[in-house]
């Protein structure tokens, strides 16, 4: 728990502070307002984060999920995606509020949990699943980039934007019933152009909220036919335990 508090609160400065002292911030779960080096959620909610584990279990659902379909070395997810929960509405504001900054802040905390464990020690780069470029004309960024640039602060790993494209607008996976809608929804959609910057490297695919897998599965699968020599793991901000059928 002591190295967990001193990243939460390794970002204050005397502006901040003055900034705090007449703005007091909001946690972004919650909604109410923090006190001083809380960092950017509340103390609370630090303590109520529905964490999965996975990055200690090779063998964990998420893992399973991709089995038989993408050769992946390893998978995880850093929060269970609850539709009650307060973190549900962090998704909604880094998605689709403008809070790019949250996005990256979360993926700082998810680096720092994946830097902690030797599985992930290998891993070259860091590829965030991409944006069709009209959605980033309307939403002004792309969210899993952000989440890709926290972790890459606390992994000490780069990230690569380039190598990989979304080449079609596909409608929004939240618009599918079915994991086979779903899957065929992405199919096709993902392009390797640079294969050169992947070829034999270990990458980190990340996505924000995996449901089915769908969407990150369709970008790995056309990383691992375009460049056999690359080797892939994933990494998503949330995941859902509805998609992966896990039951409470």
């Known amino acids: 728990m002591k190295r967990r ?61 991709f089995w038989g379909l993408v050769p992946v070395v390893n998978a995880t997810a850093f929060l269970w995606f609850i539709d009650q929960s307060g973190f549900r509405r962090v998704v909604h504001r880094f998605k689709y509020s403008g809070r790019w900054a ?11 949990t994946l830097a902690d464990t030797d599985t992930y020690a290998g891993v070259d780069l860091i590829v965030p699943v ?69 070829k034999n490297k270990h990458i980190l695919l990340v996505d924000d909220v995996l449901t089915t897998g769908a969407t990150i599965g369709s970008c790995a699968e056309a990383m691992a036919r375009a460049v056999p020599s690359c080797r892939i793991s994933i990494a998503t901000l949330y995941a859902s335990k509805q998609g992966l059928g896990i039951k409470d």
């Open 102 to 112: 949250l996005a990256r802040d979360m993926g700082r905390w998810f680096g720092h």
């Open 130 to 198: 991409p944006l069709h470029p009209l959605k980033i004309l309307k939403r002004g960024y792309n969210q899993s980039e952000y989440i890709a640039r926290g972790m890459s602060q606390q992994m000490g790993v780069p990230v690569e934007t380039q190598a990989v494209v979304r080449r079609v607008n596909n409608r929004s996976q939240t618009s599918t019933r079915t994991p086979d809608e779903r899957w065929r929804n992405v199919e096709g959609i993902f392009a390797v152009c640079h294969p050169k910057r992947l």
């Open 5 to 65: 508090e001193l990243f939460f609160n390794d970002q204050m400065s005397p502006l901040q502070d003055i900034l705090d002292l007449f703005f007091p911030p909001s946690c972004p779960a919650c909604g109410r307002s923090m006190h001083r080096g809380e960092g950017f959620l509340c103390t609370s909610c630090q303590a109520d984060m529905p964490l999965t584990g996975f990055e200690k279990e090779a063998d964990n659902p998420v893992a399973r999920r």
